[in-house]
């Protein structure tokens, strides 16, 4: 996935390819909840394009939302 991330750490714009086309809304949608770690450029927070990988996995039926924001540790 290509991600455009803001300075507080929110995806502005997201695009991507995956091994399904019905998986791409799903995963932009659950990226969008996320709440990433900005870049810096001299210290402070900048926009920034940013790609990742992302795997779907599933064991089981879920049981409510599949896109809650992860929680950092």
């Given at each position: ?20 086309d019905a998986f791409l ?12 770690l900005p870049a810096t ?25 599949l896109c809650k924001r992860?929680?950092?540790?």
């Open positions: 996935m290509d991600l455009d991330i803001d300075a507080n750490g929110r995806v502005l714009k997201s695009d991507g390819s995956c091994t399904d809304m799903p995963t932009q949608r659950c990226l969008a909840a996320q709440a990433f450029a001299n210290g402070r927070p900048v926009r920034a394009p940013h790609t990742l990988e992302y795997e779907w996995r599933a064991n089981a039926p879920s049981q409510g939302s992860l929680k950092m540790s």
